[in-house]
């Protein structure tokens, strides 16, 4: 039995009847022969690997009254066939199929009695191929830790051994409320000499970051950090933007549904990396350029362009490769401005590569280990409690102020070609999570030489996620035409979708 981090439950905390804290990741296979059979296939690699993959096997225990942090135990009723799945779409099988099966996935919580974690094998694409839809919840892996998982999943050659018998490993029995209530208490105990002492250590490294030295009290040390950061942006402090304003309002920083929409798109990472060295950026400013360009383009079809730049939260993985533990949360944020008020697409791409910067200097500033011990000695039926009355009263919708409009995430991936019982993967589309009042999330994942994006979104709030996607993609053609940059890889026409796609009207209702 092992208690989850602060920051792992916290992704539990988080849910809500519409808010849900599972990631997926859709990945499309090409079949290597007529008969093969994906679902055999998916079902004979996991159960080999059920005693080797810890967050495979294991389930939640909530501490009674939620007093404490959750712990994990070895599931004794553990069920495979519960967490493997078998989909076929109807035909024709398009791309919008595909994603709406996704969507209707994505938008249903987990059963917290069993492990968190379901496989979805989807057949009867138009072209042949087959897809995997993988759900884990992100208090048992983080994007690293996925992308581990995949990894240990997949083979780097088409003609692997096939999988063998799962090494054995021991279920536990469920502990009892007493049990758990005892450990709860100990725990509780010493949580106010944990938060003492997180406090002062934080306290000496802001003041060391602030540059601050010989300072013996920590009365005194703790004030002049706090002058210093008050100065952080003025001329006679640190250039660093602190995010102290509430980021513009937009159509999809609302109270959000239950319900989701997805759209996918795959861009040449080749072309992306032509951009980065036409304007001196790294493919990481250009991702974020694609996006401030293409959201500018949908909120100004939508009549709803803000005056100021955007803000996204942009998740930072903090794994230093020695974690006793791979199989939890390593993982921080920083907020740069993302410059939708701006015309320019070069100057875009500048002012990116100045806010990516500028938000990692505020993230050295507060080392992200210190809110990892922050997060462990919080109370977790108060964090509960604050997630569901804001879900409960749609406090987003009543209060404007939102301090970031959407996630966008850049994740590196394999740069080999990876097979899965020798069917090639062709793409890794990402899929990742909306939150209250955050109705829009931007993933991109690169596989081999391609950029594979996900989009998303609250149903209700970003009806036409398809343009949204879309509106993406051009932008790297207004990019290459910006810097002169010259085509790698020229641009591959888009999978088909049934039928004609609802394009924004000016003055739509948001």
């Not at 439950?9 to 059979?37: C, W």
């Amino acid at each position: 039995m092992k208690q989850l981090s602060g920051i792992d439950a916290t992704f539990l905390y988080l849910e809500t009847p519409t808010t849900f804290g599972h990631v997926t990741g859709l990945m499309i296979f090409e079949r290597p022969s007529e008969e093969f059979d994906p679902y055999t296939a998916v079902h004979a690699k996991y159960a080999s690997l059920i005693g080797e993959l810890e967050p495979l096997r294991r389930r939640l225990v909530e501490v009674p009254l939620g007093l404490d942090h959750p712990y994990w135990v070895d599931d004794p009723n553990f069920d495979l066939d519960f967490h493997i799945r078998e989909i076929h779409l109807a035909r024709p099988g398009m791309v919008d199929q595909l994603a709406d099966q996704v969507s209707r996935i994505v938008g249903r919580p987990m059963d917290r009695s069993r492990p968190l974690w379901e496989v979805y094998v989807i057949d009867g694409l138009d072209d042949g191929n087959w897809a995997m839809l993988t759900k884990y919840h992100h208090a048992t892996v983080d994007g690293a830790a996925g992308q581990l998982m995949l990894n240990i999943m997949t083979d780097t050659e088409p003609d692997a051994a096939p999988p063998g018998p799962s090494p054995a490993w021991q279920a536990e029995p469920l502990p009892g409320d007493i049990e758990l209530l005892r450990k709860a208490v100990i725990n509780l105990a010493g949580h106010p000499v944990k938060a003492l002492r997180f406090q002062t250590r934080l306290v000496g490294q802001l003041a060391d970051a602030a540059g601050i030295d010989s300072i013996g009290s920590a009365a005194n040390k703790a004030g002049a950090a706090i002058k210093a950061i008050a100065r952080l942006g003025r001329e006679d402090g640190p250039r660093i933007p602190l995010p102290t304003s509430a980021a513009p309002p937009t159509p999809w920083n609302k109270s959000i549904t239950g319900h989701r929409r997805f759209a996918m798109r795959t861009a040449s990472l080749e072309n992306v990396k032509q951009l980065k060295t036409a304007t001196g950026g790294t493919v990481n400013d250009i991702v974020m350029a694609i996006c401030a360009g293409g959201l500018r383009t949908y909120l100004q079809a939508h009549e709803a362009l803000p005056d100021g730049p955007l803000r996204a939260m942009v998740p930072v993985s903090i794994r230093t490769g020695d974690e006793e533990d791979p199989w939890t949360n390593r993982v921080s944020a920083i907020f740069p401005e993302l410059p939708t008020d701006c015309a320019d697409p070069l100057e875009r791409v500048a002012r990116c590569r100045e806010a990516m910067l500028d938000a990692k200097r505020l993230l050295d500033l507060v080392p992200a280990s210190q809110l990892g011990d922050m997060a462990q000695v919080s109370a977790p039926v108060l964090s509960t409690s604050a997630m569901r009355l804001a879900s409960r009263f749609g406090l987003a919708h009543r209060i404007a102020a939102t301090p970031f409009n959407l996630v966008i995430s850049n994740v590196p991936g394999p740069r080999k070609p990876l097979y899965f019982a020798g069917a090639q993967l062709v793409h890794q589309f990402p899929v990742s999570i909306v939150t209250e009042g955050q109705g829009l999330n931007i993933t991109v994942v690169s596989y081999l030489d391609r950029l594979d994006f996900g989009f998303i979104v609250d149903r209700e709030l970003v009806p036409d996620v398809w343009d949204l996607a879309d509106m993406h993609i051009d932008e790297i053609g207004r990019l290459m035409e910006a810097s002169g940059a010259e085509w790698a890889q020229e641009p591959q026409p888009a999978a088909p979708r049934r039928g004609p796609v609802r394009m924004v009207q000016p003055g739509d209702a948001y």
